[in-house]
Antibody, heavy 119, light 109 residues
Framework: EVKLVDSGGGLAKPGGSLRLSCAAS????????MNWVRQAPGKGLEWVGR??????????DYAAPVKGRFIISRDDSKNTLFLQMNGLKSEDSAVYYC??????????WGLGTLVTVSS | EIVLTQSPGTLSLSPGERATLSCRAS???????LAWYQHKAGQAPRVLIY???NRATGVPDRFSGSGSGTDFTLTISRLEPEDSAVYSC??????????FGPGTKVDIK
């Protein structure tokens, strides 16, 4: 059974940092392209970024609103995905989901972790 | 950047009725890149349809997807109470990598 467990959310001040984690199991994590998607209160889903597998260069792509502030990384030895969020803004407040990518869609999702940015 | 719009914003129907949800892209896209998701409060989103018309594993056959070019449709043939959720379309393969529509909320009366 595929399982994605998101963690690390919480309250951060504007300009602050948080590091989210996603523990994966039930599939070959090292082969997976992994994504982060967020949903702000009352808003729709918004793609945050992606990291490809090691064999595909572990290249990353980011949405414009987070580029230069967020960093996605992975530790295949621990089957864990990370999202380092720096320079946080109030508009980054959202539930953050890690997801697996299957060709052109997002197949498996975690339950999400809530990030609140407020002074 | 390709923009996805969804209509209606909210759909209120009775069990057993048919729901037709629309997703429109601002320019023509490949059907392979279009997916639909169901999202219930407090739960992880769930992929229903990928490649515009392929049902994901475990999805009931009352859910179907169709369309091409700029216009795509998700149809729920006979609504069940558990279908109450927000449904979002998604595009991949353009810039940004993934784009989501704003969602259609389906309320079951």
């Amino acid at each position: 059974e595929v399982k994605l467990v998101d963690s690390g959310g919480g309250l951060a001040k504007p300009g602050g940092s948080l590091r989210l984690s996603c523990a994966a199991s039930g599939f070959i994590f090292s082969d997976a392209w992994m994504n982060w998607v967020r949903q702000a209160p009352g808003k729709g889903l918004e793609w945050v970024g992606r990291i490809k597998s090691n064999t595909d260069g572990e290249t990353t792509d980011y949405a414009a609103p987070v580029k230069g502030r967020f960093i996605i990384s992975r530790d295949d030895s621990k089957n864990t995905l990370f999202l380092q969020m720096n320079g946080l803004k109030s508009e980054d407040s959202a539930v953050y989901y890690c997801t697996t990518q299957s060709r052109y869609h997002l197949k498996y999702w975690g339950l999400g972790t809530l990030v609140t940015v407020s002074s | 950047e390709i923009v996805l719009t969804q209509s209606p914003g909210t759909l209120s129907l009775s069990p057993g009725e048919r729901a037709t949800l629309s997703c429109r892209a601002s320019q023509s896209v490949s059907s392979s890149y279009l997916a639909w998701y169901q999202h219930k409060a407090g739960q992880a989103p769930r992929v229903l349809i990928y490649d515009a018309s392929n049902r994901a594993t475990g999805v009931p056959d009352r859910f179907s997807g169709s369309g091409s070019g700029t216009d795509f449709t998700l149809t729920i043939s006979r609504l069940e109470p558990e279908d109450s959720a927000v449904y979002s379309c998604q595009l991949c393969g353009y810039s940004p990598v993934f784009t989501f529509g704003p969602g259609t909320k389906v309320d079951i009366k």
